[in-house]
Nanobody
Framework: QVQLVESGGGLVQPGGSLRLFCAASGFTFSNYAMGWFRQAPGQEREFVAIINWSGTIAYYADSVKGRLTISRANAENTVSLQMNSLKPEDTAVYYC???????????????WGQGTQVIVSS
């Protein structure tokens, strides 16, 4: 069955960096778009970034443009999210998603990981 396993979350100071990873299995990875969503306490889940099947097209939420970078390694069935210049408002649980769609709507994605916590605080 489809499995998405995130790792790399943790506590970081404002201005710091983290790199999140998502290991995928149970489907033909190179046929699927991959993405990241996040959910902060008391808030709705929100789009962060997506990347197409070949890794040639990526879209970002305005709030993270220029600071976060999504990439994928089809040979390794992994997708990552490099997070730089982190802000306290980036604090959230980050979820890896996969599907054969290429949208920014969370409801369009069937497959979700369990999430990894990112806390940005001094």
């Amino acid at each position: 069955q489809v499995q998405l396993v995130e790792s790399g979350g943790g506590l970081v100071q404002p201005g710091g960096s983290l790199r999140l990873f998502c290991a995928a299995s149970g489907f033909t990875f190179s046929n699927y778009a991959m993405g990241w969503f996040r959910q902060a306490p008391g808030q709705e889940r929100e789009f962060v970034a997506i990347i197409n099947w070949s890794g040639t097209i990526a879209y970002y939420a305005d709030s993270v443009k220029g600071r976060l970078t999504i990439s994928r390694a089809n040979a390794e069935n992994t997708v990552s999210l490099q997070m730089n210049s982190l802000k306290p408002e980036d604090t959230a649980v980050y979820y890896c998603v996969a599907d054969q769609v290429f949208t920014m709507r969370s409801d369009d994605y069937r497959y979700w990981g369990q999430g990894t916590q990112v806390i940005v605080s001094s």
